[in-house]
């Protein structure tokens, strides 16, 4: 309405030019405004090690005004570190009209990928115009760098890189191994372990719990520490033939738990049970001492005092850990005596 505010009225050329001017003006107001906006979003940003990702590439024209307000070509490349990340493959956009792209893999096995399409009736809103597969194969952060050498507007042929603005996506691999217990340890039940693990790219810290039915449940050993590859575990009275240790980066990824299961073993025991105060044995006859045990080696060593403890006189070296041993009373009396019975392990 500005435009025309008496300036119709003027003769010929001058009303012309007066229209233009201001035409223009209104255009480059609006130029102003617009905006293009290409994203490349990895479906996961911090995927672990052997995980594959999809990266969507989107063309956003929501905010361009009429009559550029729709896509009609692009040509893009995008690039990545191969270090980090493997190209799969590719498929087509989402958006129809941009949904067969053209595609160069010719340099893919070096990080770059390129590809381009057009539609005549051109697409508006946000535009997806392609997918591509990577699997992570290494820890360290990749930028997913996107680029567009030429992108027009449907109809009006509008060069769109002037009012384009790129997003490059980023994907930060980490990486995570358990290395003990692994499977196969027998750890005794009260013993001190170090529970040992590989990791890069992590947070710098990391939980650490373990399970005792074959990962149906899990405990917390410790909720936070310090992601440097060991933690010194004092094993719980937990027996079980099916435990698993599991370690995850605080931030939740990357995750990994023990190949196969360990054994927590009962802390072995052994308890007299027989003389265990107050018989009275004569010297030359002949009794069963007697003990229950569990978690031993098998065989046990046995001595006894006459001086309440000060000094031990082995009976026998070794016998089996069978929980009896037929003993014929030496000729050592005392009111001062004493039974001891131990694993020939020590």
């Not at 129809?96 to 390129?114: H, I, K, M, Q, Y």
């Not at 340890?185 to 001190?192: D, K, L, M, Q, V």
């Not at 052994?270 to 009275?280: I, Q």
Request: negative net charge.
């Amino acid at each position: 309405m500005v435009a025309f505010r008496g300036k119709i009225r003027r003769a010929g050329l001058s009303a012309f030019v007066a229209l233009v001017a201001f035409g223009t003006l209104g255009l480059g107001l609006a130029q102003a405004q617009d905006q293009v906006v290409a994203e490349a979003v990895p479906s996961d940003e911090r995927p672990a090690v052997g995980q594959q990702i999809d990266v969507a590439v989107n063309i956003d024209m929501t905010n361009m005004s009429s009559p550029n307000d729709k896509l009609g070509s692009y040509t893009a490349s995008l690039t990545w570190d191969t270090s980090v990340l493997r190209y799969k493959g590719y498929s087509g956009g989402t958006t129809s009209g941009f949904d067969s792209p053209t595609v160069n893999e010719a340099d893919t096995a070096s990080g770059t990928l390129r590809f381009s399409d057009a539609y005549a009736n051109g697409a508006s809103g946000k535009v997806n115009v392609i997918h591509v597969t990577f699997e992570a194969v290494g820890y360290g952060q990749s930028v997913l760098d996107l680029e567009f050498s030429a992108m027009a507007a449907a109809y009006t042929f509008a060069d769109l890189l002037p009012y384009l603005t790129v997003n490059d996506g980023n994907v930060d691999v980490a990486t995570l191994t358990v290395t003990s217990p692994n499977g196969g340890e027998n750890w005794e039940a009260g013993s001190t372990h170090d529970i040992t693990w590989t990791s890069g790219g992590t947070s710098g810290n990391v939980k650490i719990e373990y399970s005792s039915d074959g990962g149906s449940s899990w405990t917390t050993v410790v909720s936070s520490t310090a992601d440097d590859g060991t933690y010194t575990w004092t094993v719980p009275n937990d027996p079980s033939d099916q435990c698993l240790v599991r370690i995850t980066d605080t931030d939740g990824y990357p995750s990994d738990q023990s190949d196969a299961v360990f054994r927590i073993s009962p802390a072995p025991s052994l308890t007299v049970t027989s003389p265990n105060g107050g018989e009275d044995w004569q010297v030359g006859s002949t009794h069963d001492i007697t003990w229950t045990s569990s978690g031993t080696s098998g065989n046990v060593k046995i001595e006894y005092s006459t001086d309440n403890g000060s000094n031990w006189t082995t009976i026998t070296s070794s016998t089996v850990d069978d929980g009896s041993y037929s003993w014929t009373i030496p000729n050592t009396p005392s009111d001062q005596c004493l039974v001891k019975v131990s694993d020939t392990d020590g």
